[in-house]
């Protein structure tokens, strides 16, 4: 039981971040029908802000101590943290809690990207066959991931969590487990309750504001909206720039748990196209619900008990579900009748 | 009309006798002898083919390993300090390349695949000239490559390579490989764990589940359990999972008291990273501390798990911290040069370069049976790991192993591991045939 329930736990924290990435993918294909390679590479952009606000607040002050020599026999550096300096114990929290601050920092920054990137080049294959946007996207997503891995090198960039929330949570005491038995680690839990509060926030965002409500009449009818004289472009436009914020969160958050590499946000991105097409294109329901669903299977595939019947399930489990859905069901679990079916 | 006149067939009947005469006193060395094998030099320069990472997961050990051939191509022609030259046992090479000619490089990116490792590797020989091919930063690379080198005719000295098959069941006759193997991580880690850990301890394996990987598990496993360990459960991860948690969480409950992470590179940092976070480190089983293992530790990937490395077991091929002569010299040289320390990547490939140009000057040849010959049964010394062997059986370098644990209290980013154990070399040695395999006849090509 407390392994089912560990396994529960990893689905949803893995499923929160399919969900985070697939939602921005789905809003795009559902406004501006468009299939971005590059969404992964936004996810992966999020994780360089959190990396690039920790190198910015450890930059040091280096003095050359003559008197101590390195191995290779020049003089020894000594380096303090001119955050330190400056800032005395505030500076230290605010160097511990890096991750987190970088949320401030990346809202901009990946609306920025996003506006560019969609403006800049997307808006121009608006007409074209998916294929081409696949490829155009992919190659952008390519030369993205080779820019930052000129400035941050190949080897992941270890960001660590706060340390008010390192190490695990003792939840299956609360439970009614033997203490020890269920454990999870906190920052794993911040995680899973801050992929709920975005999902909620751009929910409610498209549900009860003016703005959404235009956004989602556009998904349903772009003509018709754009006959009442209302620029949707340009809201679409913005919704490329939250999707973008959207997959930027999601990596700076998840930092903490995988060590930022320029290629994390490939990584990613084919599991959230599979979520995509599993929840619907264009739904964004379905993307948070495949996101959660899959996770969770994914987490119960890697169980010994399981791969021991079936060896090898865990690395296939997501594609063969998606195989069934798309003989079964190719418009997706919640997709709207008509789209992908043809 | 005469018999005696002289016509177009004579003058070239002339000439041909004239040629043979004067190449007597030379056709019988060795140089001249050796025509007809794979891009004999015939200029004043000979090229070597540096085949690394320079894209993809290793690019950073790449760019390292470039470096230090560099740094080496340097000091067999001469320039700079000299470095580990300076303390090889070896004195033939002296300086103004080899036999004769200086030495030129040309690089291939193997991207960490092994096609691409091989087409990289094919165009430096078919198009660039290379003499030989060294380099790589993985075990599935290094086998595909000195395959290839074995079919072309030239030497593979082979970079970063730990699983047993490249010097063993997929061992070649061209390939030669100074990097230790899994074999030796357990023999020398072995003793260690016991004294650390005692002998009555339950191990869990997480393996990458490509050839290093295996060949990791097993040897630790074999090492282990002979000292009285069991092994509770032994799962295959994919390469590149990323998130472990879901391989991570069975652990917990398992019973086993010590997880063992047969990862290396990316897969390391993540897994050992996420394993501490799930409070692995600091947990109590069957009354003892939990411990981790890391089989194969690389200083670059360390710096990159961060703090989670404090206190973690693992072996390394050499750290730049030791003191003998020859890893002072070369600390000394690479860190005036990049202004930094050398990582393992970088020592071995600075061995393989040295290694190879020595025993073409020994030879006083290029061709890759000469030099092979010349390598085989080669002591040395002076070169950062002790006294070493180049065995002629299976073509392994046999030397110290170094036992390495994440430092406590590390001064600096480079600092990060600490030696705890020289492990000598007669304790990681083992029978040829231990590992299966042939070396099969020389292929000098042509």
């Given at each position: 039981?407390?392994?089912?329930?560990?396994?529960?736990?990893?689905?949803?924290?893995?499923?929160?971040?399919?969900?985070?990435?697939?939602?921005?993918?789905?809003?795009?294909?559902?406004?501006?029908?468009?299939?971005?390679?590059?969404?992964?590479?936004?996810f992966m952009l999020g994780a360089f802000c959190a990396?690039?606000?920790?190198?910015?607040?450890?930059?040091?002050?280096?003095?050359?101590?003559?008197?101590?020599?390195?191995?290779?026999?020049?003089?020894?550096?000594?380096?303090?943290?001119?955050?330190?300096?400056?800032?005395?114990?505030?500076?230290?929290?605010?160097?511990?809690?890096?991750?987190?601050?970088?949320?401030?920092?990346?809202?901009?920054?990946?609306?920025?990207?996003?506006?560019?990137?969609?403006?800049?080049?997307?808006?121009?294959?608006?007409?074209?066959?998916?294929?081409?946007?696949?490829?155009?996207?992919?190659?952008?997503?390519?030369?993205?991931?080779?820019?930052?891995?000129?400035?941050?090198?190949?080897?992941?960039?270890?960001?660590?969590?706060?340390?008010?929330?390192?190490?695990?949570?003792?939840?299956?005491?609360?439970?009614?487990?033997?203490?020890?038995?269920?454990?999870?680690?906190?920052?794993?839990?911040?995680?899973?309750?801050?992929?709920?509060?975005?999902?909620?926030?751009?929910?409610?965002?498209?549900?009860?504001?003016?703005?959404?409500?235009?956004?989602?009449?556009?998904?349903?009818?772009?003509?018709?909206?754009?006959?009442?004289?209302?620029?949707?472009?340009?809201?679409?436009?913005?919704?490329?720039?939250?999707?973008?914020?959207?997959?930027?969160?999601?990596?700076?958050?998840?930092?903490?748990?995988?060590?930022?590499?320029?290629?994390?946000?490939?990584?990613?991105?084919?599991?959230?196209?599979?979520?995509?097409?599993?929840?619907?294109?264009?739904?964004?329901?379905?993307?948070?619900?495949?996101?959660?669903?899959?996770?969770?299977?994914?987490?119960?595939?890697?169980?010994?008990?399981?791969?021991?019947?079936?060896?090898?399930?865990?690395?296939?489990?997501?594609?063969?579900?998606?195989?069934?859905?798309?003989?079964?069901?190719?418009?997706?679990?919640?997709?709207?009748?008509?789209?992908?079916?043809? | 009309?005469?018999?005696?006149?002289?016509?177009?067939?004579?003058?070239?009947?002339?000439?041909?006798?004239?040629?043979?005469?004067?190449?007597?006193?030379?056709?019988?060395?060795?140089?001249?002898?050796?025509?007809?094998?794979?891009?004999?030099?015939?200029?004043?320069?000979?090229?070597?083919?540096?085949?690394?990472?320079?894209?993809?997961?290793?690019?950073?050990?790449?760019?390292?390993?470039?470096?230090?051939?560099?740094?080496?191509?340097?000091?067999?022609?001469?320039?700079?300090?000299?470095?580990?030259?300076?303390?090889?046992?070896?004195?033939?090479?002296?300086?103004?390349?080899?036999?004769?000619?200086?030495?030129?490089?040309?690089?291939?990116?193997?991207?960490?695949?092994?096609?691409?490792?091989?087409?990289?590797?094919?165009?430096?020989?078919?198009?660039?000239?290379?003499?030989?091919?060294?380099?790589?930063?993985?075990?599935?690379?290094?086998?595909?490559?000195?395959?290839?080198?074995?079919?072309?005719?030239?030497?593979?000295?082979?970079?970063?390579?730990?699983?047993?098959?490249?010097?063993?069941?997929?061992?070649?006759?061209?390939?030669?490989?100074?990097?230790?193997?899994?074999?030796?991580?357990?023999?020398?880690?072995?003793?260690?764990?016991?004294?650390?850990?005692?002998?009555?301890?339950?191990?869990?394996?997480?393996?990458?589940?490509?050839t290093w990987g295996w060949s990791q598990e097993g040897?630790?496993?074999?090492?282990?359990?002979?000292?009285?360990?069991?092994?509770?459960?032994?799962?295959?991860?994919?390469?590149?999972?990323?998130?472990?948690?879901?391989?991570?969480?069975?652990?917990?409950?398992?019973?086993?008291?010590?997880?063992?992470?047969?990862?290396?590179?990316?897969?390391?940092?993540?897994?050992?990273?996420?394993?501490?976070?799930?409070?692995?480190?600091?947990?109590?089983?069957?009354?003892?501390?939990?411990?981790?293992?890391?089989?194969?530790?690389?200083?670059?990937?360390?710096?990159?798990?961060?703090?989670?490395?404090?206190?973690?077991?693992?072996?390394?091929?050499?750290?730049?911290?030791?003191?003998?002569?020859?890893?002072?010299?070369?600390?000394?040289?690479?860190?005036?040069?990049?202004?930094?320390?050398?990582?393992q990547a970088a020592h071995t490939t600075y061995c393989?370069?040295?290694?190879?140009?020595?025993?073409?000057?020994?030879?006083?040849?290029?061709?890759?049976?000469?030099?092979?010959?010349?390598?085989?049964?080669?002591?040395?010394?002076?070169?950062?790991?002790?006294?070493?062997?180049?065995?002629?059986?299976?073509?392994?370098?046999?030397?110290?192993?170094?036992?390495?644990?994440?430092?406590?209290?590390?001064?600096?980013?480079?600092?990060?591991?600490?030696?705890?154990?020289?492990?000598?070399?007669?304790?990681?040695?083992?029978?040829?045939?231990?590992?299966?395999?042939?070396?099969?006849?020389?292929?000098?090509?042509?």
């Amino acid at each position: 039981m407390d392994a089912i329930l560990l396994q529960i736990l990893n689905g949803l924290d893995k499923g929160g971040a399919y969900a985070l990435i697939a939602l921005g993918l789905t809003l795009i294909f559902g406004t501006l029908g468009v299939v971005n390679f590059a969404h992964g590479a936004l996810f992966m952009l999020g994780a360089f802000c959190a990396v690039t606000l920790k190198a910015l607040l450890s930059l040091e002050k280096v003095v050359l101590d003559e008197t101590q020599q390195t191995a290779w026999g020049t003089p020894m550096e000594i380096r303090t943290p001119y955050i330190e300096a400056w800032l005395g114990d505030f500076g230290v929290t605010l160097l511990d809690y890096s991750v987190p601050v970088s949320i401030l920092v990346a809202i901009p920054i990946m609306l920025i990207i996003g506006i560019i990137m969609e403006r800049g080049l997307i808006k121009h294959f608006y007409k074209r066959p998916h294929a081409e946007q696949i490829l155009v996207t992919f190659g952008l997503a390519i030369v993205v991931q080779e820019i930052i891995k000129s400035q941050f090198g190949a080897n992941p960039i270890p960001q660590p969590a706060p340390d008010i929330f390192a190490g695990s949570a003792d939840i299956g005491s609360l439970l009614g487990f033997d203490p020890g038995r269920v454990v999870y680690p906190w920052w794993r839990m911040v995680y899973l309750a801050f992929a709920g509060i975005v999902i909620g926030g751009v929910f409610a965002f498209l549900q009860f504001t003016t703005f959404g409500m235009v956004v989602r009449a556009g998904m349903a009818d772009r003509e018709t909206v754009g006959l009442l004289g209302i620029d949707i472009d340009r809201r679409f436009t913005i919704v490329f720039g939250l999707a973008a914020i959207v997959a930027g969160l999601a990596g700076v958050m998840y930092t903490p748990i995988l060590s930022p590499d320029y290629h994390m946000g490939m990584d990613f991105l084919v599991l959230s196209f599979v979520v995509v097409v599993v929840g619907g294109m264009g739904s964004l329901g379905g993307a948070v619900a495949a996101g959660f669903l899959l996770g969770i299977l994914q987490s119960f595939a890697s169980m010994n008990e399981v791969k021991s019947i079936l060896p090898g399930i865990d690395q296939i489990i997501i594609y063969l579900v998606a195989v069934v859905i798309l003989l079964v069901r190719p418009r997706g679990l919640m997709g709207r009748k008509g789209v992908m079916e043809t | 009309m005469s018999s005696n006149s002289f016509n177009r067939r004579s003058l070239l009947k002339g000439g041909v006798a004239l040629g043979a005469g004067l190449a007597a006193p030379t056709i019988f060395t060795s140089s001249a002898w050796a025509a007809g094998y794979t891009n004999e030099p015939t200029g004043s320069t000979v090229t070597f083919g540096f085949n690394v990472p320079q894209t993809g997961a290793y690019a950073d050990e790449g760019a390292d390993e470039l470096r230090a051939y560099e740094l080496a191509v340097k000091h067999i022609n001469g320039e700079g300090d000299g470095g580990m030259l300076n303390t090889f046992s070896s004195k033939a090479l002296q300086g103004n390349g080899v036999n004769g000619k200086k030495v030129v490089f040309v690089t291939g990116d193997t991207q960490t695949k092994s096609d691409a490792a091989r087409a990289s590797a094919k165009r430096m020989i078919e198009k660039d000239g290379a003499i030989m091919i060294t380099g790589g930063s993985s075990s599935g690379v290094a086998i595909a490559v000195q395959g290839l080198c074995q079919e072309a005719g030239v030497i593979f000295m082979a970079g970063l390579t730990h699983s047993n098959d490249t010097t063993g069941k997929d061992k070649r006759a061209n390939g030669f490989r100074h990097f230790f193997n899994t074999e030796m991580s357990g023999a020398a880690l072995g003793p260690v764990l016991k004294n650390a850990f005692g002998t009555d301890r339950v191990a869990y394996h997480l393996t990458a589940d490509y050839t290093w990987g295996w060949s990791q598990e097993g040897s630790i496993k074999k090492y282990t359990e002979a000292l009285g360990w069991q092994t509770e459960a032994a799962v295959r991860t994919p390469l590149g999972a990323g998130d472990f948690s879901q391989y991570i969480t069975p652990v917990l409950n398992s019973g086993a008291d010590v997880l063992v992470l047969n990862h290396y590179g990316k897969d390391m940092v993540n897994s050992l990273t996420q394993a501490v976070q799930f409070g692995l480190r600091d947990k109590q089983v069957n009354g003892k501390d939990f411990a981790i293992v890391v089989p194969l530790y690389s200083r670059l990937m360390a710096q990159g798990a961060g703090e989670n490395v404090k206190g973690i077991f693992g072996s390394t091929n050499w750290h730049w911290s030791l003191q003998d002569e020859g890893s002072k010299a070369f600390v000394k040289s690479f860190g005036q040069e990049y202004g930094f320390p050398p990582s393992q990547a970088a020592h071995t490939t600075y061995c393989q370069a040295l290694l190879y140009a020595d025993a073409c000057q020994r030879a006083g040849s290029f061709k890759p049976s000469d030099v092979g010959a010349a390598l085989e049964g080669f002591e040395f010394d002076g070169l950062g790991n002790g006294p070493t062997l180049y065995r002629a059986d299976d073509h392994q370098c046999f030397k110290d192993v170094l036992v390495v644990k994440g430092k406590e209290n590390p001064d600096s980013k480079f600092d990060v591991l600490e030696v705890v154990e020289v492990t000598p070399r007669a304790q990681v040695e083992y029978p040829a045939d231990l590992l299966g395999g042939e070396l099969g006849p020389y292929n000098n090509g042509g």
